[in-house]
């Protein structure tokens, strides 16, 4: 059984940056294509980036630039560096396995002043 496990969250200013961390146990990790979601209040659940098992990567168009997903298959993590940080990407963050129902229980960001 897979799990996943996010950290990483916070309170941050904006323009200010976090990195979000997904580790995970209970499978082949270097196999699987990982994303980040996120789920803002009051809205749907978005795709914000994704990273093969070969390490390409995709990202929404609201994040491109300032986004970078990356993995360390030798440590089972997946990141998320999110840097120029805005009000609007206050969200809970979720790790995924991509295209199952695996997920992390979410990481709360918030950008406020």
């Known amino acids: 059984q897979v799990q996943l496990v996010e950290s990483g969250g916070g309170l941050v200013q904006p323009g200010g940056s976090l990195r979000l961390s997904c580790a995970a146990s209970?499978?082949?990790?270097?196999?699987?294509?990982m994303a980040w979601y996120r789920r803002a209040p009051g809205k749907e659940r978005e795709l914000v980036a994704h990273?093969?098992?070969?390490?390409?990567?995709t990202y929404a168009d609201s994040v491109k630039g300032r986004f970078t997903i990356s993995r360390d298959n030798a440590k089972n993590t997946v990141y998320l560096q999110m840097n120029s940080l805005r009000p609007e990407d206050t969200a809970v963050y979720y790790c995924?396995?991509?295209?199952?129902?695996?997920w992390g229980q979410g990481t709360q960001v918030t950008v406020s002043s």
């Open positions: 990273i093969s098992r070969g390490s390409s990567t």
């Open positions: 209970g499978g082949v990790f270097s196999i699987y294509n």
């Open positions: 995924n396995v991509h295209s199952t129902t695996i």
